[in-house]
Structures are given as C-alpha cells and as structure tokens.
Nanobody
Framework: VQLQASGGGLVQAGGSLRLSCRVS????????MDWYRQAPGKERESVAG???????NYADFVEGRFTISRDNARNTVALQMNSLTPEDTAVYYC?????????WGKGTQVTVSS
C-alpha cells in the first residue's frame, strides 16, 4: 500500500491550497480515505474523511473552509483548503485502513504565513 501526497507549500493567511494523494495497492473505490495533520509539538489530528459512498466528515476546526473529495478513476483523494490561517500550519497526511492496518503517506508540509 502506497500513499503519495502532494500540493503543500507556503501561502499567506487567507490563501488556498489543494492537496492531492495518489493511492496504490488497495481497492481504492471501496475504502474510506482520511486526511490528518500534525503541527509542531502537537499530536496528529484528524482533518477530514470521505467514505466509499462519498459521505464526508470534518473536524470542528475546519468550519466550512476545507473540502475533501475523491476520484475513484484516478485513485486519488484531494483536500481543498481555503481561508487558511497560521494555525493550519502542519504536515498533512493522507491515510487509509486496509487489511486491519492504518497506512500513512509521507506527508506534505503546509505553511501559512501571517
């Protein structure tokens, strides 16, 4: 199982970024996909998730700013992030559970400057 995230970078507060994660080694269309993040000195936390049927859930701190989506034809999951604040600075990870194990990508750095 491999998860490869991309799309992070440096953005000013109020800006937007779109993260993408390409997944291989699983039957992507049947799996729930998740985005997590970990800020310096903090524990990793859930950001958003999307089920095989397209149902989504978001952490409270997202407050309508982020949108998770999936493309089953391309085995990718995306996270559109708008109205970013410095508090969103973190390494963002895509993740999924397969065969009873949770798998993580390497993460992509998002830095929001004030």
């Amino acid at each position: 199982v491999q998860l490869q995230a991309s799309g992070g970078g440096l953005v000013q507060a109020g800006g937007s970024l779109r993260l993408s994660c390409r997944v291989s080694g699983i039957v992507f269309r049947i799996n729930t996909m998740d985005w997590y993040r970990q800020a310096p000195g903090k524990e990793r936390e859930s950001v958003a998730g999307i089920t095989s049927g397209g149902s989504t859930n978001y952490a409270d701190f997202v407050e309508g700013r982020f949108t998770i989506s999936r493309d089953n034809a391309r085995n990718t999951v995306a996270l559109q992030m708008n109205s970013l604040t410095p508090e969103d600075t973190a390494v963002y990870y895509c993740s999924t559970i397969w065969g009873g194990m949770r798998y993580w990508g390497k993460g992509t750095q998002v830095t929001v400057s004030s």
